[in-house]
């Protein structure tokens, strides 16, 4: 059993619901003309997110769909903000400073494989074709931490509606920039750049895929993937790729960043399960960033119900692998 979290982590999720501050600051930003430099709502982000007038900005806060519950408080804006993995801007934690570098328009996402018609959008044109929503959603890093998030964005399934795929598609393959110019991390030549991810058809339309391009009732801070990332929460996070140029459809399983780089470590289905560890540390827990909190992990980090029954005829840990 989880339990309840203590009156701070209350009150971070009330600091997190659309109404009242997100839409106060998005009145004052449309009033003023330009980013909150001077609000101060958003901690330090409001002097580097907000001072570049982020083109979506109107889309925001989107409605929360109330079908996704936590069982747990939010993290801390400026907890996830200041701790995350994108090794494109290197590889540790602390990259927020460098992934300002990111240059995120224009922005186009280019759409191909086994489809009726390969097109290339814009993403401001995208996100604005896509119901927008909420979701409140919890992240399993394969690291064994773990943090909670009110993500924005689509179903993924909407994409793959607009993207008409031939019956003959099997995966949606996705891949991250490449640009070691901007992204310094990409320097480093021992990795498989670009980062892709993959995942199978039922998959990309299975409810709870989901495209994200906010969090926290804004357009997506750099950091988190900007403009464009996925969200996988039954699975490792690291299936959760980042800052989105390419979506392929494909006939046949890719291999993706990680699995290139170890694939004794990290298979393609990466389902979270307790039951099965790493080769190097154990994943039956996981440390809840900022509760200083250990808590047990959920076999398919607690969606089991809207995701297990994909891999049914999986025997095993080749489900979870
Ligand atoms: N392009 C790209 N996507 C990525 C990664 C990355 O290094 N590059 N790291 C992954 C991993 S391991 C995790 S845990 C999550 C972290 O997301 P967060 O920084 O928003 O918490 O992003 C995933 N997506
Ligand atoms: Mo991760």
Known sequence: M????????????????PEGAFLNRRELMKAAGIGGLSLGIGGFMSSSAFAEVDPTADLYPAKRNEAFVLDRG?????????Y??????????????????????????????????????????LVRKMP????????????????????????LKELVKLANPLSSAKFVKMETFHDPKMASGQKQAWYPWAYTECLSIEEATNDLAFMV????????????????????????????????VKISFVEKMPKSFWE??????????????????????????????????????????GYGDQVASMYSSLKGRTAFF
């Open 132 to 155: 927008l929503e909420e979701r409140l959603y919890r992240h399993r890093c394969v690291e064994a931490w773990s943090m909670t998030i009110p993500w924005s964005g689509f179903a």
């Open 213 to 244: 391009t906010g969090a926290y009732g804004k357009p997506l801070a750099k950091q988190f993937g900007a403009p464009l990332r996925l969200a996988l929460p039954w699975k490792y996070g690291f299936k959760s790729i980042k800052s989105i």
């Open 74 to 82: 939010l993290t801390p804006e400026d907890v996830n903000l200041k």
């Open 260 to 301: 290139t780089l170890n694939g004794s470590e990290y298979g393609f289905w990466a389902n979270v399960n307790p039951k099965y560890d790493h080769p190097r540390w154990s994943q039956a827990t996981e440390r809840v960033l900022h509760t200083g909190k250990r808590v047990p992990t959920l076999i398919y980090n």
């Open 84 to 125: 995350n993995n994108f090794y494109e801007f290197g590889s540790h934690k602390q990259i927020y400073n460098n992934a300002q570098k990111l240059q995120t328009r224009p922005w186009e996402v280019m759409i191909d494989g086994m489809v009726e018609k390969p097109m290339t959008i814009g993403f401001d044109d």
């Open 2 to 17: 989880l339990i309840k979290e203590n009156k701070i982590w209350d009150m971070s999720e009330n600091l997190a619901t």
